[in-house]
């Protein structure tokens, strides 16, 4: 049995989104991500919580709450955070839970962890002058300014703010930090993003402010003992992954869930995620046992994956120009699944990608269309048409194997290799190559991916065939009807819808057959020969878009 079903908890979280504006395709991205993952673990037995919620103590709120004319700003999250809610139950993400960084429960665990650093002796109130970006909600060092703006947000001026704030003794950290990588290079990924963070802990990070003055800011989180401040944004928000698994409030849940088997996050945020947010554990972890395993080591999240920039178009997804792209309008015309599809296939996960229409009606249209769906409706059709409706009597060991030395078919073991290539794939968080290997296949010569069923079909012809030897049209029907059971398994994480439907083409009752788990589920022989199929109805109906 594969090493991959021994886990029995699987914990991941997406960032929390700020409310200043509703979700675009950009935060769907990462959710959508994240969802995949959740559902692939699922499949395989594993106790999994996805987290995902709304950052609200912050001052880009209350910005974007007077730009709409309005004055309540409790009344604004609200109305915002639901926005954010609805669309993901909207687009069926199966979140467990969604924490918002007003919850009783999450301002609980931030008190309870603010002690935890103060008894460690890692907070100092200082006088601190320097340059802030509202978009960051951080203030600026110098190599991340170019020509005065924040290089992140160059468009926005950088407010000089003079202030006494709580500063969080980061550079304390710096050492144990760096260990930390160095033993677990697996905590950041993916590379790229662990060069660039250790380059940052080793020549840039400095100790950081995680308060702000009440009468510079009108929201937040009041410091315990000090009314005079407000828990600067990241020091609260990042806390949501523990506070929505108890910190503070369930430690029976928390000793459950934590740490954290997975973070997505952009690489925007990198240097909070994998420098401030493991110190910050590190120092509370002193004075707070739920922060330490049994032999003493500290509860830090096992991976923190973070992901490029998300443009539209190649233009950089902006409020002036007006290209944010909501992810429920695009469904109506290609469905969400065909939409989840085109986003973990197109971008390489990690690097930066972009979003494009014409890209999306090309993938709708070639990927899942004519090769995808197309494979189905023709197997289906065929074997009801040959076979008196039903799944066609056979010898099963034959139907596993190549029809003919010639073949770009490699019957069961060449499915065995992409169930291989997927669990791999998924589980090094790279949806974009399980999806490479579901539809071109794993191998040299021969391959069962989507593209090699067609071909069999093209090699074979069994509408020609069936007159000549019904035998072998009823082998390699079989075998590829069989294959399309496999596929609906191996898109199911993916394309949850398509791969219900396609199960229920092939007579299986979806929900009876996703309850069987991966394992059983993909075993060969789940079709039960002479049993009647479904009907073949287009998985991907053509489209008419304007140009």
Same mark, same amino acid.
């Given at each position: 049995?594969?090493?991959y079903?021994?886990?029995?908890?699987?914990?991941?979280t997406t960032p929390?989104?700020y409310? !200043?504006d509703?979700?675009?395709?950009?935060?769907?991205y990462?959710?959508v991500?994240?969802?995949?993952?959740?559902?692939?673990?699922?499949?395989?037995?594993?106790?999994?919580r996805?987290?995902t919620?709304?950052?609200?103590?912050s001052?880009?709120?209350?910005q974007a709450?007077?730009?709409?004319g309005?004055?309540?700003?409790?009344?604004y999250l609200d109305?915002m955070?639901?926005?954010w809610?609805q669309?993901w139950?909207?687009?069926?993400?199966t979140?467990d839970?969604?924490?918002?960084?007003?919850d009783t429960?999450h301002?609980?665990?931030?008190e309870?962890f603010?002690?935890?650093?103060e008894?460690?002796?890692d907070?100092?109130?200082?006088?601190?002058?320097?340059?802030?970006?509202?978009?960051c909600?951080?203030?600026?060092t110098e190599?991340?300014? =170019? !020509?005065?703006?924040?290089?992140?947000?160059p468009n926005?001026d950088l407010?000089?703010?003079?202030?006494?704030?709580?500063?969080f003794k980061?550079? !304390?950290y710096r050492? /144990?930090?760096?260990?930390?990588l160095d033993?677990h290079?697996?905590?950041?990924?993916?590379e790229?993003?662990?060069?660039?963070?250790?380059s940052y802990?080793e020549?840039?990070?400095?100790?950081?402010s995680v308060s702000?003055?009440?009468?510079?800011?009108?929201?937040?989180?009041?410091?315990?003992?000090?009314d005079s401040?407000?828990i600067?944004?990241?020091?609260?928000a990042?806390?949501?992954?523990?506070?929505?698994v108890?910190?503070g409030?369930?430690?029976?849940m928390?000793?459950?869930?934590?740490p954290?088997d997975?973070?997505?996050v952009?690489?925007?945020?990198?240097k909070f995620h994998? /420098?401030?947010w493991?110190?910050?554990?590190?120092?509370a972890a002193?004075?707070?046992?739920?922060?330490?395993?049994a032999?003493?080591s500290i509860k830090?999240?096992?991976?923190?994956?973070?992901?490029?920039?998300?443009?539209?178009?190649g233009?950089?997804i902006?409020?002036?120009l007006?290209?944010?792209?909501?992810p429920?309008a695009?469904v109506?015309?290609?469905?969400?699944?065909a939409i989840r599809?085109?986003l973990l296939?197109?971008?390489?996960?990690?690097e930066?990608?972009?979003?494009?229409?014409?890209?999306?009606?090309?993938r709708?249209?070639s990927?899942?269309?004519?090769?995808?769906g197309n494979?189905?409706n023709?197997?289906?059709a065929?074997?009801?048409?040959?076979?008196?409706?039903?799944?066609?009597?056979?010898d099963l060991?034959?139907?596993?194997l190549?029809?003919?030395?010639?073949?770009?078919?490699d019957?069961?073991?060449g499915?065995d290799?992409?169930r291989?290539?997927?669990?791999?794939a998924?589980?090094?968080h790279r949806?974009?190559? /399980?999806?490479?290997?579901?539809?071109?296949?794993?191998g040299?010569?021969?391959?069962s991916?989507?593209v090699q069923?067609?071909?069999?079909?093209?090699?074979t012809q069994?509408?020609?065939l069936?007159?000549?030897?019904p035998e072998?049209?009823?082998?390699?029907?079989?075998?590829? =009807?069989?294959?399309?059971r496999?596929?609906?398994?191996?898109?199911?994480?993916f394309m949850?819808?398509?791969?219900s439907?396609i199960?229920?083409q092939l007579?299986?009752?979806?929900?009876?057959e996703?309850?069987?788990?991966w394992?059983?589920g993909?075993?060969w022989?789940?079709?039960t020969?002479?049993?009647?199929?479904?009907e073949p109805v287009?998985?991907?109906?053509?489209?008419?878009?304007?140009?």
């Open positions: 049995m594969s090493l079903y021994r886990m029995s908890k699987y914990y991941l929390i989104y409310v !200043n509703k979700p675009h395709i950009g935060h769907t990462t959710t991500a994240a969802d995949t993952l959740a559902r692939f673990h699922r499949l395989l037995g594993d106790r999994v996805l987290v919620g709304t950052d609200e103590n001052q880009k709120n209350v709450m007077e730009k709409a309005e004055s309540n700003i409790q009344a109305r955070s639901g926005e809610k669309t139950q909207d687009l069926g993400i979140v839970d969604f924490i918002r960084t007003t429960r301002l609980a665990g931030v309870r603010w002690r935890a650093v008894q460690s002796g907070l100092e109130k200082r006088t601190y002058e320097g340059l802030y970006c509202v978009g909600e951080a203030f600026k190599s991340e300014i =170019l !020509n005065g703006r924040c290089l992140l947000h926005k407010d000089t703010l003079s202030e006494e704030n709580w500063f980061l550079s !304390n050492e /144990a930090l760096l260990a930390h033993t290079p697996e905590f950041v990924q993916p790229s993003r662990r060069n660039e963070i250790r802990i020549k840039f990070m400095t100790d950081v702000r003055e009440v009468k510079k800011v009108s929201i937040g989180i009041p410091v315990p003992g000090d401040q407000r600067y944004v990241w020091f609260d990042l806390l949501n992954y523990m506070t929505a108890g910190y409030t369930d430690d029976d928390f000793q459950q869930y934590w954290a997975l973070q997505l952009g690489k925007d945020i990198i994998c /420098a401030l493991p110190a910050m554990i590190m120092s002193k004075h707070d046992a739920l922060l330490t395993h032999d003493g830090l999240p096992r991976h923190v994956f973070a992901h490029g920039f998300f443009t539209i178009d233009q950089k902006s409020k002036s007006g290209n944010a792209i909501d429920r695009l109506p015309t290609y469905g969400f699944d599809y085109y296939r197109e971008i390489s996960f990690g930066d990608g972009d979003f494009s229409h014409e890209r999306l009606q090309i709708y249209a990927d899942l269309g004519n090769t995808f494979l189905v023709r197997v289906v065929m074997s009801k048409k040959y076979f008196d409706g039903g799944i066609p009597q056979t060991v034959r139907a596993t190549p029809v003919r030395d010639d073949s770009a078919w019957g069961k073991e499915l290799r992409i291989s290539a997927v669990e791999s998924l589980h090094a949806p974009d190559l /399980a999806l490479e290997a579901i539809w071109n296949g794993v040299d010569e021969r391959r991916g989507i069923a067609n071909k069999l079909i093209e090699e069994p509408f020609k069936v007159k000549e030897s072998t049209v009823a082998e390699i029907l079989y075998a590829l =009807l069989e294959a399309c496999y596929y609906a398994w191996f898109v199911q994480p949850p819808e398509v791969s439907r199960l229920a007579g299986l009752d979806a929900r009876e996703l309850a069987r788990g394992v059983q993909l075993a022989g789940g079709l020969p002479l049993k009647k199929l479904g287009p998985l991907f109906p053509r489209i008419e878009v304007e140009s």
